[in-house]
């Protein structure tokens, strides 16, 4: 999974740091309250060592756009032999749903 990705990638690379390592264990541990203090550690970090940096950036961006896709579902009701049509594009999935008296799924 690309959050578990880019957990061991942070903790690999404050390792040595007994600070950084203290507010990483406080915060998986949920104290929200260390939070700000391990991203001031991230942040000096990905400021010195800009492909770390583009790596973390990456990972976060996947994970985001893994957040943000689609997963409504797609019912409609019709009544007195009415026909309904739906249609669904999903981008990052390169999918797209089209729904009438029965589903077809198209993948590109």
């Known amino acids: 999974m690309k ?9 690999n690379k404050l390792r040595g740091n007994p600070r950084a390592e203290k507010a990483l264990t406080a915060v998986e541990q949920g104290n929200k309250s260390e939070l700000e203090r391990l991203a001031v550690y991230l942040q000096d970090v990905m400021d010195d060592e800009p492909q770390f940096a583009s790596q973390v950036q990456a990972l976060a961006q996947e994970i985001n756009v893994g957040k943000l896709l689609d997963n409504s579902n797609m019912t409609q009701n019709n009544y007195d032999n009415s ?6 594009v999903e981008t990052e999935k390169g999918t797209t ?7 077809h799924n198209y993948h590109t």
């Open 3 to 11: 959050m578990d990705e880019l957990r061991q990638k942070i903790w």
């Open 83 to 88: 026909t309904g049509y739906q249609t669904k």
């Open 97 to 103: 749903n089209i729904g009438g008296h029965h589903t």
